[in-house]
């Protein structure tokens, strides 16, 4: 394939040689501070040139772009202005910037901007591209490996299927970088070229095919900024090549990934069941959430931290120890102590309260608590039970309560018909009007039995919108998404959907697009980040998470995933989920889930 972009640099370079020359037998300089000077009378116009130019970025080379500013004048004649003054718009400067005539590019985006150049009283502006290309080649593959997929590629019986990103995906311009991942096959020696496009900007690396290849491409975090600040609304395009000595070069079927103008951040706390562990995400990467948990007296070392919510603000967790119906601890996160000190201190006594579900109010003075099937009041900084006024708490048939942000309900799931709150396979959501401190008022029902689908006859984890308007749950046919019945039993899978639902009530909006059509999708919790026009919410899913490899192809392992609700779709009625994406930054290799969501902690 001819190189276009060498070939417009040799044009851009002619260009500019061609107007040096045409004017040489001009006066060089033209002073316009009046306008109305110059050799050859009244200035009537001027122009920029090169006009619509494109400036090409190859790994990460310098590229700068002389201009030359021409004015004309009344009798017909021309100079060049060397005094003009050159400003760019706040596109081109994305792209790079200007000193004097000599435009720089950055190399950091990618796209068109507008060059405006005035003198005289008068301007004239052209368009400036800058395209930026990055080619990584993986170890074992020879410098001209690129060459071998040259020119159009069609598809063929060696075309790989991309297993991640899926295609349609949603993104916040802030999520971390995908693993490109495709299904496994070819043989040992084929390579493979991952190409992500966005506006003008491309990102490519060559990986070859051996024993230890995981058909996989981290992105990494400098190329997927580059992409994210080219793409200018459009999408990122992924597409994963195939070559072979005897079939040569295939494509793939591309991948598109829909990147949202919206900025979502904070940490993620979630258990790691395969290791009983609670796991935070934030801007830092992975860690444990609380290091060195309370050992269970005369355990010989059982340490499990679980059923857990977070606070509003981040900064408390409150969260069961050691196993079911045990004792509950609050830590406050804020508290450096918590990933230092071993063991790591609670803020109650241990022992003061026990609870297997419990949440917030906006406050974090109070901790509505779901022992067994009951939902009581404590103080979390005490544990110690308060009492409830005005319509008592549910005493029986209640689980998974979640107070709301704005702290006027607190929805539930009522009337269950289990033995406690982890399982039962009926119920009904209810909401608790709060119309006080320590107040509440009749529960008033949303949702019974998910309006009577025997399919989806058992919801279960309300959670709310940040702005409190909506309530988020999943119903399946139990209270699980899976389970082992008993030990060395086979483990036994629910089907389960993603519902939306008023906070006054309405008809339920099943949330099919986040769960890709299928039933694995389980525990939702909203981002309290309301951004770009979209609520965000956290889920698990046992869906395949890229290939059996790098991902979790067949494995039918929980992990997190996210969806973005659009806010501008939800008066239709309509399905308002997007196709999701994995949460990054979480061990493929675990089993992952109950994802809360939290603004940082204020550390002290």
């Not at 017909?76 to 400067?93: E, V």
Request: aromatic letters at 8%.
């Amino acid at each position: 394939m001819p190189d276009y972009r060498a070939s417009m640099r040799t044009f851009d370079m002619a260009v500019t040689a061609i107007v040096a020359s045409l004017f040489a037998c001009s006066q060089a300089t033209v002073k316009t501070d009046k306008g109305d000077g110059g050799p050859a009378g009244a200035l009537t116009s001027i122009e920029v040139l090169p006009a619509d130019a494109t400036l090409t970025v190859d790994n990460g080379s310098s590229q700068s772009l002389d201009y030359s500013v021409i004015g004309h004048y009344a009798d017909g004649k021309s100079a060049r202005i060397d005094d003009a003054q050159l400003t760019l718009d706040d596109a081109a400067l994305k792209l790079g910037s200007i000193s004097g005539a000599r435009f720089t590019a950055n190399g950091l985006s990618a796209g068109k901007g507008q060059l405006t150049a005035t003198a005289g009283g008068m301007s004239a502006s052209t368009s400036l591209t800058v395209a930026v290309s990055q080619t990584h080649l993986g170890p074992g593959v020879a410098s001209d490996a690129p060459d071998n997929f040259a020119g159009t590629l069609a598809p063929g019986a060696q075309s790989p299927t991309i297993a991640y990103p899926l295609d349609g995906a949603l993104m916040p311009a802030t999520v971390a970088a995908p693993d490109v991942q495709w299904l496994e096959g070819g043989a040992a020696g084929d390579l493979y070229r991952v190409r992500l496009t966005a506006g003008s900007a491309s990102v490519q690396a060559i990986l070859v095919s051996d024993a230890q290849s995981n058909f996989n491409w981290q992105v990494s975090d400098d190329d997927w900024r580059l992409l994210l600040t080219s793409a200018n609304g459009q999408p990122v395009v992924v597409n994963v090549d195939h070559w072979d000595a005897t079939n040569g070069a295939q494509a793939s079927a591309p991948v598109q990934v829909r990147i949202a103008d919206a900025s979502v951040g904070g940490a993620i706390y979630y258990w790691d069941l395969s290791d009983g562990k609670l796991q935070r995400l934030d801007g830092n990467g992975r860690a444990m959430a609380v290091a060195n948990p309370p050992e269970k007296p005369g355990s010989n070392g059982n340490r499990c931290v679980a059923c857990h919510t977070v606070s509003k603000d981040g900064r408390y967790l409150s969260a069961e120890l050691w196993g079911g119906s045990e004792p509950s601890a609050v830590f406050d996160m804020s508290d450096t102590a918590v990933t230092t000190a071993n063991p790591a201190p609670t803020v109650a006594p241990i022992g003061s309260y026990v609870a297997l579900f419990s949440t917030f109010n906006p406050d974090a003075s109070r901790l509505m608590i779901n022992p067994g099937n009951s939902l009581q009041l404590v103080d979390p900084k005490t544990g110690q039970a308060v009492a409830a006024q005005g319509t008592p708490l549910p005493a029986s048939g209640a689980a998974h309560p979640a107070w709301s942000p704005d702290g006027t309900q607190v929805a539930y799931i009522a009337n269950t018909n289990g033995g406690w709150a982890v399982d039962y396979t009926s119920g009904d959501l209810q909401v608790i009007p709060v119309t006080g401190p320590d107040t509440f008022g009749p529960p008033q029902q949303l949702v019974a039995n998910s309006s009577g689908d025997p399919a989806f006859k058992t919801p279960s984890w309300p959670t709310y919108s940040p702005d409190s308007q909506w309530i988020a749950y999943g119903a399946g046919t139990n209270s699980r998404g899976r389970t082992t019945p008993s030990p060395g039993a086979a483990a036994v899978t629910f089907p389960g959907s993603l519902f939306l639902v008023s906070r006054s009530g309405g008809t339920p909006i099943q949330l099919a697009q986040a769960c890709s059509g299928a039933l694995d999708c389980y525990l939702p919790n909203f981002s309290p980040y309301d951004s770009g026009g979209y609520y965000w919410l956290a889920f698990y899913s046992l869906r395949d998470y890229g290939n059996a490899k790098a991902g979790t192809k067949g494995a039918v392992r929980r992990q997190l995933w996210v969806t973005a609700i659009d806010k501008s779709k939800l008066a239709g009625g309509g399905d308002a989920s997007s196709v999701p994406y994995w949460l990054p930054g979480q061990d493929a290799k675990t089993d992952n889930m109950s994802a809360y969501w939290a603004v940082p902690p204020p550390m002290r």
